[in-house]
Nanobody
Framework: QLQLVESGGGLVRPGGSLTLSCTAT?????IAWFRRVPGEERARIAC????????HYHEPVKDRFIISRDNAKNTVYLQMKNVEPEDTGVYYCAADSITTTQENCVLAQTWYDYWGQGTQVIVST
């Protein structure tokens, strides 16, 4: 069974950087990152195709975050730069085990059927 484990969360000052990791056992599935803040719906952040070539970003993070993957290590990364207080939340990675192509991903949570437990990110002074 596919398992995803996030790590790398923590406290970071505004303007700082943080890199999250998502280790996923199993095949080269498309992987996405989402963020949840209490009282709000889960927000989409970015996704990467199974082969790592195609990425999609939510507009507010497009110029600050980078999603990438190292399939040899079964790990997907989310590099967060110039973070803002609005980036605070629990970050989840998710895998799309249904899509058969490794060449694209869809940045919509309904496409993802396996989820990690999340890692907390707090952006504060």
């Amino acid at each position: 069974q596919l398992q995803l484990v996030e790590s790398g969360g923590g406290l970071v000052r505004p303007g700082g950087s943080l890199t999250l990791s998502c280790t996923a056992t199993g095949n080269r599935y498309p992987i996405a990152w989402f963020r949840r803040v209490p009282g709000e719906e889960r927000a989409r952040i970015a996704c990467v195709s199974g082969n790592g070539v195609r990425t999609h970003y939510h507009e507010p993070v497009k110029d600050r975050f980078i999603i990438s993957r190292d399939n040899a290590k079964n790990t997907v990364y989310l590099q967060m730069k110039n973070v803002e207080p609005e980036d605070t939340g629990v970050y989840y990675c998710a895998a799309d085990s249904i899509t058969t192509t490794q060449e694209n991903c869809v940045l919509a949570q309904t496409w993802y059927d396996y989820w990690g437990q999340g890692t907390q990110v707090i952006v504060s002074t």
